[in-house]
């Protein structure tokens, strides 16, 4: 008797809920037969809406969106997207002379030379008054100059830079639910009362307010940081990371482009007293928050500590607190449910990872489908791989923290000294004092590699503050006019690069098809930002975000990054 699973059932909309069936439904109508596929439902409450804060992504989300066949113009239209060409971070470290530092870490590296990283020869030689980034990639000088992403009249997700989008989050799920909905998933808008199990534990029914039961092979836990299924009905345990992350609230704005035809094309994290803001520059608005620690600001001093950061642009608004349950649950497939997005975890979001980890979470479950069994091998392994993701992401997050070497406020001592830090990180950290990170090295990396682990060390310049006295003079021996040589040619390629770039607000409106003809070539490249058709631009309203009794009583739902 064929034992194939005949329907699975999301549970909960937003991101989390419309990124699962838009990747199933893809794998699956690439693979299978329609009589061979499992029926796709998403049920969705009508009332809790989504208020999505989760505007930045990482370089995978071009690859998906190309995977399912979304026209990427349709995609910026519809969303307001912009170009994402890293994260610039902002005061997190103080350089030798208790200067503040800055610096991107971007999607992309740069070339061996000799066989040996550019990371050896800058740590070795430097570069005058460029930082490592902006010694090896145009990204950095890409967004300071308000550039976009790729050149003018390119084909759709054209990749000669890496790049993401910044994006809204509640159109972007809007648009998956169409997508979704026109592609065959059935879209049940009810509320779940209660779920049932059976005697060996599976969710069995879920009760709706107006259809009554519904029956459940597979169920995916989509509600958020309530856990609706995984934790509250299955009673899978929480574990807390508080004792590695400090921050466990946030507050967000959606703010005017203080100039709308200049927009920057990264994200900013710029770190404050007790936290850092985030800072998202969409087509039309930026989207801002800042995520720090109750244990060192209260709501009242970190609302006050934001607005005065924001300036005029958080003048008469009112930011409500988001509180963050920052960890995740212990499986996040136990017997017939798989809890993706905040139902299965959250690690703060410093560096956009909750859409790429939801990515990874779908493809390995099409990867570990079961049958009507629920096998358990498969459900290990599933579990297994996801352990991973989060150490990954764990580690990479916490190095942020305990690599600061700021002193004006206690919640930076504290979050370099008293916070724990995994013990592979701490092993690496011990290693790198004597040479850079190498590809050995990170065990697991489906975002952050060696690479980039290179990055945050050299643009934290903790090198030149303390951290692995005396490595330059261990490090193997190099030939100096290897890398000034190939610095040379890499002025030439970086002037030209620079000069060919459309500004961003030119390159989104040719993507959005609102120039009066489409531009293409060098010469369109070089156009001035153009100005937009029509009257002047209608202010934008700050938007406040969902307050704490709201979250708490499940009124309104929350994507973070």
Same mark, same amino acid.
């Given at each position: 008797?064929? %034992?194939?699973?005949?329907?699975?059932?999301?549970?909960?909309?937003?991101?989390?809920?419309?990124?699962?069936?838009?990747?199933?439904?893809?794998?699956?109508?690439?693979?299978?037969?329609?009589?061979?596929?499992?029926?796709?439902?998403?049920?969705?409450?009508? %009332?809790?809406?989504?208020?999505?804060?989760?505007?930045?992504?990482?370089?995978?989300?071009?690859?998906?969106?190309?995977?399912?066949?979304?026209?990427?113009?349709?995609?910026?239209?519809?969303?307001?997207?912009?170009?994402?060409?890293?994260?610039?971070?902002?005061?997190?470290?103080?350089?030798?002379?208790?200067?503040?530092?800055?610096?991107?870490? @971007?999607?992309?590296?740069?070339?061996?030379?000799?066989?040996?990283?550019?990371?050896?020869?800058?740590?070795?030689?430097?570069?005058?008054?460029?930082?490592?980034?902006?010694?090896?990639? /145009?990204?950095?000088?890409?967004?300071?100059?308000?550039?976009?992403?790729?050149?003018?009249?390119?084909?759709?997700?054209?990749?000669?830079?890496? #790049?993401?989008?910044?994006?809204?989050?509640?159109?972007?799920?809007?648009?998956?639910?169409?997508?979704?909905?026109?592609?065959?998933?059935?879209?049940? +808008?009810?509320?779940?009362?209660?779920?049932?199990?059976?005697?060996?534990?599976?969710?069995?029914?879920?009760?709706?307010?107006?259809?009554?039961?519904?029956?459940?092979?597979?169920?995916?836990?989509?509600?958020?940081?309530?856990?609706?299924?995984?934790?509250?009905?299955?009673?899978? /345990?929480?574990?807390?990371?508080?004792?590695?992350?400090?921050?466990?609230?946030?507050?967000?704005? +959606?703010?005017?482009?203080?100039? @709308?035809?200049?927009?920057?094309?990264?994200?900013?994290?710029?770190?404050?007293?007790?936290? &850092?803001? &985030?800072?998202?520059?969409?087509? %039309?608005?930026?989207?801002?928050?800042?995520?720090?620690?109750?244990?060192?600001?209260?709501?009242?001093?970190?609302?006050?500590?934001?607005?005065?950061?924001?300036?005029?642009?958080?003048?008469?608004?009112?930011?409500?607190?988001?509180?963050?349950?920052?960890?995740?649950?212990?499986?996040? &497939?136990?017997?017939?449910?798989?809890?993706?997005?905040?139902?299965?975890?959250?690690?703060?979001?410093?560096?956009?990872?909750?859409?790429?980890?939801?990515?990874?979470?779908?493809?390995?479950?099409?990867?570990?489908?079961?049958?009507?069994?629920?096998?358990?091998?498969?459900?290990?392994? #599933? =579990?297994?791989?996801?352990?991973?993701?989060?150490?990954?992401?764990?580690?990479?997050?916490?190095?942020?923290?305990?690599?600061? =070497?700021?002193?004006?406020? +206690?919640?930076?001592?504290?979050?370099?000294?008293?916070?724990?830090?995994?013990?592979?990180?701490?092993? =690496?950290?011990?290693?790198?004092?004597?040479?850079?990170?190498?590809?050995?090295?990170?065990?697991?990396?489906?975002?952050?590699?060696?690479?980039?682990?290179?990055?945050?060390?050299?643009?934290?310049?903790?090198?030149?503050?303390?951290?692995?006295?005396?490595?330059?003079?261990?490090?193997?021996?190099?030939?100096?006019?290897?890398?000034?040589?190939? &610095?040379?040619?890499?002025?030439?390629?970086?002037?030209?690069?620079?000069?060919?770039? @459309?500004?961003?607000?030119?390159?989104?409106?040719?993507?959005?098809?609102?120039?009066?003809?489409?531009?293409?070539?060098?010469?369109?490249?070089?156009?001035?930002?153009?100005?937009?058709?029509?009257?002047?631009?209608?202010?934008?309203?700050?938007?406040?975000?969902? =307050?704490?009794?709201?979250?708490?009583?499940?009124?309104?739902?929350? +994507?973070?990054?």
């Amino acid at each position: 008797m064929n %034992n194939r699973l005949r329907k699975i059932t999301i549970v909960g909309g937003g991101t989390a809920g419309w990124m699962t069936a838009l990747i199933l439904e893809m794998v699956f109508s690439r693979t299978s037969a329609p009589k061979d596929r499992p029926r796709i439902c998403l049920i969705e409450s009508p %009332n809790i809406s989504t208020v999505g804060v989760g505007e930045a992504t990482v370089p995978r989300m071009p690859v998906t969106l190309r995977q399912a066949g979304i026209s990427e113009r349709d995609f910026f239209r519809e969303t307001n997207a912009s170009f994402k060409l890293g994260v610039k971070f902002c005061n997190w470290n103080k350089d030798a002379k208790g200067n503040r530092i800055d610096y991107v870490n @971007p999607f992309a590296h740069g070339q061996l030379l000799e066989g040996l990283e550019p990371a050896e020869y800058f740590l070795r030689f430097g570069n005058g008054d460029r930082d490592f980034t902006q010694s090896i990639s /145009p990204h950095d000088d890409l967004a300071r100059l308000c550039k976009g992403g790729r050149p003018l009249g390119q084909p759709e997700f054209e990749q000669r830079f890496g #790049y993401a989008y910044h994006l809204d989050a509640v159109k972007f799920a809007g648009m998956l639910t169409r997508v979704c909905t026109k592609r065959g998933v059935e879209h049940i +808008q009810d509320e779940v009362k209660s779920v049932e199990l059976d005697e060996q534990g599976n969710v069995s029914h879920l009760m709706l307010e107006k259809k009554g039961r519904h029956d459940i092979e597979m169920v995916v836990d989509c509600t958020g940081f309530r856990g609706l299924i995984i934790n509250k009905a299955l009673g899978e /345990p929480f574990m807390d990371y508080s004792d590695y992350l400090p921050n466990d609230r946030a507050m967000a704005l +959606q703010i005017e482009h203080p100039d @709308p035809e200049k927009i920057e094309s990264v994200t900013r994290s710029t770190a404050l007293g007790a936290g &850092w803001t &985030w800072r998202v520059p969409l087509f %039309n608005r930026v989207g801002t928050g800042y995520v720090y620690s109750s244990a060192h600001r209260t709501d009242e001093q970190a609302a006050d500590e934001y607005l005065e950061w924001l300036g005029d642009s958080g003048k008469g608004a009112t930011p409500r607190v988001i509180p963050m349950r920052i960890g995740r649950v212990r499986n996040a &497939w136990v017997k017939n449910c798989v809890a993706i997005g905040l139902a299965g975890g959250f690690i703060e979001p410093l560096e956009s990872t909750a859409i790429h980890m939801i990515d990874h979470a779908v493809r390995w479950f099409a990867e570990h489908l079961p049958t009507r069994d629920i096998e358990p091998s498969l459900r290990a392994r #599933y =579990n297994k791989q996801m352990d991973k993701l989060y150490d990954e992401v764990l580690d990479f997050i916490c190095l942020h923290y305990r690599l600061g =070497n700021r002193t004006d406020d +206690q919640y930076w001592i504290d979050a370099r000294t008293e916070m724990k830090i995994p013990d592979r990180l701490a092993e =690496n950290l011990e290693l790198w004092q004597h040479r850079l990170p190498l590809e050995r090295d990170i065990e697991f990396a489906t975002l952050f590699d060696f690479r980039v682990y290179q990055t945050v060390l050299l643009g934290k310049q903790v090198y030149d503050t303390g951290y692995g006295a005396g490595i330059r003079d261990r490090l193997r021996p190099l030939k100096k006019p290897i890398w000034f040589q190939w &610095w040379k040619g890499a002025k030439v390629d970086l002037a030209q690069i620079l000069r060919s770039m @459309p500004d961003h607000k030119t390159l989104l409106r040719d993507i959005r098809g609102e120039l009066e003809r489409p531009a293409f070539g060098k010469a369109a490249a070089a156009k001035p930002t153009v100005a937009m058709p029509g009257a002047a631009p209608v202010p934008l309203a700050v938007q406040n975000m969902p =307050n704490f009794a709201e979250i708490q009583s499940g009124s309104k739902d929350l +994507q973070l990054f």
